[in-house]
């Protein structure tokens, strides 16, 4: 069994930054791939990015692509999410997400843990 929990959402101003955290305990994290997702308000899961268990390689849906970055510390059993220039409408509840496949996977049914959500609200 694994926990995640997310951390670092709150209030940001639109063009500003924030970092998310996702704490993962209960399996060697360093053999987990591990992955973002967001759900807005009326709006379905949504794919953010994703990461290799080594940190190598990582893959973010089209729209988040150099804004958003992936970086893990498996020392630390931690993975973030770096977000740039954030904005309105990148305001949603964000979800962290672990899988024991030995690939990244990009979609939910991929992922076999996840963790309860920290909210981000991006103001203009």
């Known amino acids: 069994q694994v926990q995640v929990v997310e951390s670092g959402g709150g209030l940001v101003q639109a063009g500003g930054s924030l970092r998310l955290s996702c704490a993962a305990s209960?399996?060697?994290?360093?053999?987990?791939?591990m992955g973002w997702f967001r759900q807005a308000p009326g709006k379905e899961r949504e794919f953010v990015g994703s990461?290799?268990?080594?940190?190598?390689?990582?893959a973010y849906t089209d729209s988040l692509k150099g804004r958003f970055t992936i970086s893990r510390d498996n020392a630390k059993n931690t993975m973030y999410l770096q977000m740039n220039s954030p904005k309105p409408e990148d305001t949603a509840i964000y979800y962290c997400?672990?899988?024991?496949?030995?690939?990244?996977?990009?979609?939910?049914?991929?992922?076999?843990?996840w963790g309860q959500g920290t909210q981000v609200t991006v103001s203009s």
């Open positions: 997400a672990a899988s024991s496949r030995p690939t990244i996977e990009v979609s939910a049914t991929g992922y076999d843990y």
């Open positions: 209960g399996r060697t994290f360093s053999r987990l791939a």
């Open positions: 990461i290799s268990w080594s940190g190598t390689q990582t």
